[in-house]
């Protein structure tokens, strides 16, 4: 193609679309070596401001990066190992927890038998066709969990190695990606890859601030109510809160069925929704506005689509990464000319009405002649 010619409309249209589908092959196809490798990203760029304020004061290079990666190890471990305790303080309840399943089953039965005039033995029979469909299905699912927990491990090892070598040649991968370009954009890459980090910066460190707020407030709500697993459904609860709109119904569901089981009073159930709602208000109006700000101006829209996606693609993990990662191709969208449009389509109403004057279609001029007498 010769310089100075631009590409049609249709053109640009197919290598956009054709680009996004082969990215989205990779991650389907190759997610256990991408995802690790995403994830150590974001830890990195959380990690960098402590690690150049440590370089600052002489640190040696691989000093000042071990020390903020080992505290935030400890930090996860931490979660985890508080995660696994109260799980397996719920497990200890099992016996309880089937007298008070098989009662609330019990009392279900009877008003599907009341209301819907389905009669219990045939309630009975639907479920001994569901356990046994269970039943044939349960060695795939068995090697599902065993390809889970080996996922688990996997990102054990490899987050921190993948982490420590990033904030290692930081440098030269910067370099790489400016290298790239040389047909005078350096300034453009420099300039996308350092807004980017900060996006990822703000967005992570907001999100970890707003999951502990989160956290707090599901914790007094849920002890004050006085539910048994109080402190383990507040956490779950915000935890699932890291995944937009999908996590926190999630989340309502899970607390309301644990609730029902182990409360005996049903207006529990009630309260622990009405608690929930609450928190999930506050923060939807206060706490995302406040202290993520506006670093990240996806609409929801897309921030639903997204999230689908990304677990589509990826399961949970892509769940995870799919806000930051439409955050990360927001800044690129915008700062390439003919990728504004998606950068655009990304974005939110106030940001629309800030660069209408910048997209807004040129006025068609008149065709209509003056005739002169």
Known sequence: MLSGTKSPFYQKLSLTLISLTIICLGLYFAKG??????????????????????????????????????????????????????????????PKLRERIA???????????????????KQNEYLKDTVENIKEDAP????????????????????????????????????FFISVFKNGDEDQVNEVLSESGTIAQHYI?????????????????????????????????????????????????????VTLISSEAISDVLWVGIILA????????????????????????????????????????GMFLAIPGLAVLKVIFDKVPDLQPWGLLLGDEGEMAAK?????LPRLRSRSKTVKV
């Open 33 to 94: 070596i991408i995802l690790p490798v995403l994830f150590a990203i974001l830890l990195a760029m959380l990690l960098l401001p402590v690690t150049n304020f440590l370089s600052r004061k002489k640190f040696p290079k691989p000093l000042s990066i071990i020390i903020p990666l080992f505290l935030s190890i400890v930090v996860i471990a931490a979660v985890v190992y508080f995660l696994s305790s109260q799980v397996i303080n719920f497990m200890d309840d099992a």
């Open 140 to 175: 795939s699912i068995v090697g599902a969990t065993f390809l889970s927990i080996t996922g688990v491990f996997t990102y054990i090892v490899l987050l921190p190695i993948y982490t420590f070598l990033i904030l290692y040649y930081r440098t030269t991968i910067k370099t």
């Open 205 to 257: 460190t907001g999100l970890l601030i707003e999951t502990t707020i989160v956290f707090t407030l599901n914790s007094i709500g849920f002890l004050i109510l006085g539910v048994k697993y109080a402190i383990f459904l507040a956490l779950l609860a915000a935890l699932l809160n890291l995944i937009p709109y999908v996590g926190m119904l999630v989340a309502n569901i899970i607390c309301m069925v």
């Open 103 to 121: 009662e609330v089953s019990a009392s279900f039965q009877r008003w599907l038998n009341t209301s819907v005039h389905i009669s219990v033995p």
């Open 278 to 317: 609450a928190v999930q208000f506050i923060d939807n109006n206060f706490g995302m506005p406040l202290i993520v700000g506006n670093k990240v101006r996806i609409n929801a829209l897309v921030t639903i689509v997204g999230v689908l996606v990304g677990g589509a693609l990826c399961g949970i993990p």
């Open 356 to 360: 209408k004057p910048r997209f807004a």
